[in-house]
């Protein structure tokens, strides 16, 4: 298994002690669930992609400080990839940025919330649980750090988890894309440290309210087991239907 760290962001100077590469971040989140998986990366954001689409089994696009909605080159050749990697058949994982990226590139929209920013650790409550989501929790403690979200979720899209603040936090998209608001592979000290960084943007509401939530215990490895079970039944041509769905089609 072939996995493609679309790398969207550059990690910034002041947070080079608390946050690993988005390769490192995500290799760590996944291999000790993937461990067939290898791991490389491509940086997107320079322009940079696959010399082609079938060169990986699975593309997962990172967050980035910018908004999908910028007219920047290398986005919308990202969102070309995408749809290329769709008709591929590729699987497909997006996460903060990335998620949107899909999103936007698939026909959903995205924009700067009227809600505001979003940081810290959120939980965003399961409206479907399918078959490769075994075990874990009904609703999922992660890291955000966000003002923008896609506000329309592509056609035939499915919502899975969601909060009033985040309405579309996860979404599969057909049988072979995830993606996902929060960021499971990121690190409290680094959510610490933007906190810090962006105080003066957030407000006071926001940082107090963010500084206190990293206490709340995290749900990433559950994601992480989650992510893998998708990616694994995806590669495996098995068809990602909720188990109501199937109950309902009994």
Sequence with gaps: MRVCVMVCGRVAEP???VMPSYLQSFKALLSPHLPEAVF??????????PASV?????YIFTGSPHGVY????????AEAFVRDAVKAQKVIVGGCFGHQLVAQALGGEVRKSERGWGMGVHSHALTAREPWMVGGPDALNVLVSHQDQVVRAPEGAVVLAASEFCPNAMLRIGDRVITMQ??????????NRLLDMRRDRVGES???????SLETPLDHNAMAQWLAGFIRAALNGEAAVSAAAKAGAA
């Design 15 to 17: 947070l080079a002690d």
């Design 206 to 212: 926001v940082y107090a309210d963010g500084k206190a």
């Design 54 to 58: 079938d060169d990986h089994d699975v």
């Design 70 to 77: 910028e007219d920047l080159p290398w986005i919308r050749a």
């Design 40 to 49: 490389v990366s491509s940086s997107t954001i320079d322009g940079e992609f």
């Design 182 to 191: 929060g960021h499971p592979e990121m690190n409290v000290p680094t959510v």
